[in-house]
Nanobody, 114 residues
Framework: QVQPVESGGGLVQPGGSLRLSCAGS????????MAWYRHTPGKQRAAVAS???????NYNDSVKGRFTISRDNAKNTVYLQMNSLKPEDTAVYYC????????WGQGTQVSVSS
C-alpha cells in the first residue's frame, strides 16, 4: 500500500497557526473516512480529527474549536488547519484512514514553543 505523505509542519509560537496537508493514495481515500493522528513520546498515537468521505467531521475535545479538518477527494488530499496552537499540541502528525488504518507515512513535526 502506498504511504501517505504529510507536510506543513514547523515551529510556531503559542497562539500561532499551521496548515497540514496529506497526499494519499486513491485506494486509501476512495472508500474511507480519513483522520489526522498525533504522537508524542511516551504516549500512544491518537486521532485528533476525522472526516468522512461526505465531509462529516469529528474532533477530539482537546482540539475542538481550534482545528479544522477537510478533504479534497479529487486530489486525494486531506488538510488540518490548526489555529490557536498550544505547547501541548507539539507532536508528530500523521494522516491515515479511520478507524481502520493502513500504512503510516513519515509524519510531519509540529512544535509549539516560545
Amino acid at each position: 500500500q502506498v504511504q501517505p505523505v504529510e507536510s506543513g509542519g514547523g515551529l510556531v509560537q503559542p497562539g500561532g497557526s499551521l496548515r497540514l496537508s496529506c497526499a494519499g493514495s486513491g485506494s486509501m481515500f476512495s472508500a474511507n473516512a480519513m483522520a489526522w493522528y498525533r504522537h508524542t513520546p511516551g504516549k500512544q498515537r491518537a486521532a485528533v480529527a476525522s472526516v468522512s468521505r461526505g465531509g462529516v467531521t469529528n474532533y477530539n475535545d482537546s482540539v475542538k474549536g481550534r482545528f479544522t479538518i477537510s478533504r479534497d477527494n479529487a486530489k486525494n488530499t486531506v488538510y488540518l488547519q490548526m489555529n490557536s496552537l498550544k505547547p501541548e499540541d507539539t507532536a508528530v502528525y500523521y494522516c491515515n484512514s479511520w478507524p481502520t488504518v493502513g500504512s503510516w507515512g513519515q509524519g510531519t513535526q509540529v512544535s509549539v514553543s516560545s
